[in-house]
């Protein structure tokens, strides 16, 4: 284990495990300006075993600690786009009231079925919609959807069966939440600028690696 400090006072200690995937993590990103889905999977993996079910189960997972803490992190991803959605469509809250309902749900307030109610709601189709239209801002309430599904069932992308997929090999729907995250956060005040695209591409991966080194520790 390593002892680090942190800026507000206070000690926390990061295991060596999840110490070599951070600075994976970080040498990828100086590297490529990105955080591809087999680094983010290794981040996953770093917060706790998923627990195991068969393919296609309709049951949603157990609240583990390792859940949480990825659903806890999705829901980052969706919060911190949330601003973008509401330009493009303020009268909507249904992606907000996702991520309100999804933390009411890991916190205990709401049952698992008041969460699926939401999830299964049709939102889904409206959001890819939108996204079938070109309008990327809509990558911001697919997260949020997204990370509400991360609390009932983990991350599809750590189930057996996806581990070998590539990111080249998804479609926008396969997604998860930090990846339309991202893409809506790389567009936002771009203007069609690939170079201003990639600098905020690189930005918000920069601020997802730290979102999970803050779930990786160990306070003491």
Same mark, same amino acid.
């Given at each position: 284990?390593?002892?680090?400090?942190?800026?507000?006072?206070?000690?926390?200690?990061?295991?060596?495990?999840?110490?070599?995937?951070?600075?994976q993590a970080q040498k990828?990103?100086?590297?490529?300006? !990105?955080?591809?889905?087999?680094?983010?999977? !290794? $981040?996953?993996?770093?917060?706790?075993?998923?627990?195991?079910?068969?393919?296609?189960?309709? $049951?949603?997972?157990?609240?583990?600690?390792?859940?949480?803490?990825?659903?806890?992190?999705?829901?980052?991803?969706?919060?911190?786009?949330m601003p973008i959605w /509401?330009? /493009?469509?303020? @009268?909507?809250?249904?992606?907000?009231?996702?991520?309100?309902?999804?933390?009411?749900?890991?916190?205990? !307030?709401?049952? *698992?079925?008041?969460?699926?109610?939401?999830?299964?709601?049709?939102? $889904?189709? =409206?959001?890819?919609?939108?996204? =079938?239209?070109?309008?990327?801002?809509?990558?911001?309430?697919?997260?949020?959807?997204?990370?509400?599904?991360?609390?009932?069932?983990?991350?599809?992308?750590?189930?057996?069966?996806?581990?070998?997929?590539?990111?080249?090999?998804?479609?926008?729907? =396969?997604?998860?939440?930090?990846?339309?995250?991202? *893409? %809506?956060?790389?567009?936002?005040?771009? =203007?069609?600028?690939?170079?201003? /695209? %990639? *600098?905020?591409?690189?930005?918000?991966?920069?601020?997802?690696?730290?979102?999970?080194?803050?779930?990786?520790?160990?306070? @003491?």
């Amino acid at each position: 284990m390593r002892r680090e400090r942190c800026e507000g006072g206070g000690n926390f200690t990061v295991n060596s495990k999840e110490n070599k995937v951070l600075d994976q993590a970080q040498k990828e990103l100086i590297e490529s300006g !990105k955080l591809n889905i087999t680094v983010r999977r !290794k $981040i996953w993996q770093a917060m706790g075993e998923l627990e195991e079910r068969a393919q296609d189960s309709p $049951i949603p997972r157990t609240l583990t600690e390792p859940l949480k803490k990825r659903a806890l992190l999705a829901l980052a991803c969706a919060k911190k786009v949330m601003p973008i959605w /509401c330009r /493009c469509d303020p @009268d909507d809250k249904r992606p907000q009231n996702l991520i309100k309902k999804s933390l009411a749900y890991l916190e205990g !307030k709401i049952t *698992v079925k008041d969460l699926d109610a939401e999830v299964t709601s049709g939102v $889904i189709d =409206d959001f890819m919609a939108l996204i =079938d239209e070109g309008e990327i801002a809509a990558s911001a309430a697919l997260a949020a959807w997204k990370a509400a599904i991360v609390a009932l069932e983990d991350e599809a992308d750590l189930e057996p069966w996806c581990q070998d997929v590539t990111e080249e090999e998804m479609d926008s729907y =396969d997604w998860d939440t930090a990846k339309n995250a991202c *893409v %809506a956060w790389s567009d936002a005040h771009s =203007d069609g600028d690939n170079g201003k /695209c %990639a *600098v905020r591409e690189m930005k918000f991966w920069v601020w997802y690696l730290g979102e999970a080194a803050k779930l990786l520790v160990i306070n @003491d």
